[in-house]
């Protein structure tokens, strides 16, 4: 039970005539750090949704800690664990940073689990943008987050799955749209997530960052697992290379 | 130099708008350092509770009535607000109206309870009822969500006209009355100020951000592991529990209940009120219902040219101020605002 945090079965999903995950399966032991790559459209941001419950699989089933969770609700997925962001920031454009975090951290997981170095729910909050990189005794974390620059919307995003304490952290293409010093000022925080114990699924199109961090790759192509093993293997697989390149006739 | 620029054609000039220093940070964290800035907190906070309550004493018993009436479309305002602010766009305050309207007649006619219970006794149950009746809606957004809560009122108008219960066409009229305007007046100006003030304190808690944050993108409040259909069916209870309130006190007010609980004027005349208040702040709600509902009263005089001059007044007010008349002020309040050369 325990030694798989995350099994995913047979998943399926159609949109239309359009297959956009099929028959993927993957396990996930405790501590792994998974890359997932593939070419745009390939199916990598479904397979997020369906396994966080935004979207219902057509087949298939997720298990989470032994624990069937396929096609439960969103925010019960996330109370058992499993936070994710959106590939999409997705922040509460007409609320200051801090307040954003507070969010999560008003959930049932979160309250139920406060001890005594859990604080007030406005430190707790700035105490996390200070990790993903705002700059404390600034204005930053005051600022609206409507206003804020995409760097930081992205982290915040970062911020806002770290309050939920997960077990499972899954980044859906995190790092888009960041630039040079924001990645290089990010990839830290992952690293010390990892470090300190959460399995993290990362979905990345910035392969030299994510190979730097990831233990094992998944290649997703037109919905389908083409290649599934380390970074240096899987990048010399004949069906990634094909997939990635286009094939040589 | 406010005027000067002009004379001055040569250079251009823009105005530029400063927070005054007392605004630190954010929004909503002030610095007080001395009674005068705190004076500046006070003053219109002062001004609602102070003026609302000198004026059932300056006003004669014909404008004491509108107040009341004012009083009672406020409180839809606000329940109105509120319920927008929480992410649902909804049309059903003649819903919540209608139903405390009924309920606290319902009450007082066959049992014989009286308005101290009526009362009390309609606006939670109202509220919960009004809440049950749009649950499965829930998840509906948007436009479609605001439908069903249209439709609801004019169902349970169609189904009084038919079965004749509850008094039917004719309604439950010779209800127990509220001892006088004194008593009423006081009653509903001090229930509008306890919506008004909780409403502002609850939106400013951590449970109001999580009903923002709902309105402002519900995928990531789901994310962040929160039941958003269990905080909306809250919000729903409170807003509905609110207008259900009012609804319960004009049966007594009026003493006698009838289909016109549920007309559309309960739900129009709140929404127009706020828009042209601005929306999101409470304050603007009690601010566009205290000039448009006196307005109308004024444009009685002109007899049926009054809509014609009323609809005239409301699109001059959005084109002049499309965020709100409040917002507008506030900005006033809080910024300065100078000339500053550009070249």
């Given at each position: 039970m325990a030694d798989h945090i995350l099994k995913v079965q047979a998943l399926k999903k159609s949109y239309g005539g359009v297959q956009a995950v099929f028959d993927v399966s993957f396990d996930l032991k405790e501590g792994d750090f998974l890359g997932i790559i593939g070419p745009n459209g390939s199916g990598k941001s479904t397979l997020v949704n369906l396994i966080t419950g935004f979207v219902k699989p057509d087949s298939g089933s997720v298990f989470y800690m032994g624990k069937d969770i396929t096609g439960k609700r969103p925010y019960k997925i996330a109370n058992l664990g499993i936070a994710r962001t959106f590939q999409m920031a997705k922040a509460f454009?007409?609320?200051?940073a801090f307040k954003n975090v507070i969010i999560p951290l008003f959930s049932p997981r979160v309250r139920k689990s406060r001890g005594g170095q859990y604080g007030e729910r406005d430190d707790v909050a700035i105490d996390l943008l200070e990790e993903v990189g705002f700059e404390r005794d600034s204005a930053v974390p005051f600022k609206t987050a409507g206003n804020l620059p995409h760097g930081y919307l992205k982290r915040l995003e970062l911020a806002r799955c770290m309050a939920l304490r997960p077990d499972l952290i899954i980044m859906d293409e995190l790092f888009s749209g960041m630039s040079m010093a924001e990645v290089a000022g990010t990839l830290p925080v992952i690293e010390k997530l990892k470090v300190e114990g959460a399995t993290l699924i990362m979905i990345e199109h910035r392969l030299k960052e994510l190979f730097r961090v990831a233990n094992r790759v998944i290649v997703l192509n037109y919905g389908q697992k083409i290649a599934d093993g380390p970074p240096g293997e899987v990048m010399e697989t004949e069906a990634v290379k094909k997939a990635y390149l286009g094939s040589e006739e | 130099m406010p005027r000067s620029h002009k004379e001055d054609k040569g250079s251009k000039y823009r105005k530029e708008r400063l927070d005054r220093g007392i605004k630190a940070r954010s929004d909503s964290i002030f610095a007080l350092s001395s009674y005068r800035e705190a004076l500046y907190l006070v003053f219109p906070r002062a001004v609602i509770i102070i003026g609302l309550l000198i004026l059932p004493l300056v006003l004669d018993e014909y404008w004491t009535k509108v107040l009341v009436i004012t009083c009672v479309i406020a409180i839809l305002s606000l329940s109105w607000d509120f319920i927008a602010l929480s992410g649902m766009l909804s049309l059903g305050q003649a819903l919540f109206f209608g139903v405390g309207s009924y309920l606290a007649g319902a009450l007082n006619h066959y049992w014989g309870v009286s308005p101290l219970f009526s009362i009390p006794l309609a606006t939670i149950v109202g509220g919960a009822l009004c809440t049950i009746l749009i649950l499965p809606v829930l998840r509906l957004r948007g436009i479609y969500f605001a439908m069903v809560t249209f439709v609801l009122p004019l169902i349970i108008i169609s189904i009084i006209e038919m079965s004749g219960v509850l008094g039917g066409v004719e309604g439950l009229s010779a209800l127990s009355p509220i001892p006088n305007l004194w008593v009423t007046a006081y009653f509903i100006i001090f229930a509008l100020l306890a919506f008004f003030f909780g409403f502002r304190r609850l939106m400013d808690t951590d449970y109001g951000l999580v009903l923002k944050g709902i309105r402002d993108n519900d995928q990531a409040v789901m994310s962040g592991g929160i039941n958003i259909y269990w905080y909306k069916a809250q919000a729903l209870f409170i807003g509905g529990a609110a207008g259900a309130f009012v609804g319960a006190f004009m049966t007594h007010h009026y003493r006698f209940v009838g289909l016109p609980a549920f007309s559309m004027d309960y739900t129009i005349l709140p929404i127009a009120c706020t828009v042209v208040g601005g929306t999101g702040t409470f304050a603007g709600a009690m601010l566009g219902t205290f000039i448009l509902m006196p307005l109308t009263e004024f444009l009685r005089a002109i007899g049926s040219w009054r809509v014609v001059f009323y609809s005239f007044l409301m699109v001059i007010f959005i084109i002049a101020v499309p965020e709100g008349i409040f917002h507008f002020l506030q900005r006033k309040y809080h910024q300065f605002e100078r000339w500053v050369k550009t070249e």
């Open positions: 454009h007409e609320l200051p | -």
